[in-house]
């Protein structure tokens, strides 16, 4: 007599388990499911009204003078991502600000820049 490996006795029924669903998840609902989850954990970008956009020049202009270290929160994609280091200048043609970290110079696009904080 042949036994299947899959099957398993509960009470009087036998059963599959957990491989009996794995035939209704086709490749296209499993993506569909990551790109739900991934829609889901985004961030909308924060709305800056004309007194934030003017903080956060003047934070970036006494980081500037003073080469101190910041905290910057860019907006990027559906993320906040935070970014910290001394920034050495900005370019007002290209409209990038270019800051050093540990490991090495780095430029963000200005208009991506949601907050700017002072460390030291």
Known sequence: MKRNKYLKTVGDIKDRGNIKWTALMLPEHVEMIREWYEKDEQVPK?????????????EMEIALKRQCEVLIRCWKDGAIEAHRGKIKSIDGKTRM????????????PVDEIVSIVMVD
């Open 46 to 58: 924060p709305e800056l009204n004309g007194d934030d956009l003017q903080l956060i020049q003047e």
């Open 97 to 108: 600000l270019i800051y050093e970290d540990p490991f090495k110079q780095r430029r963000l």
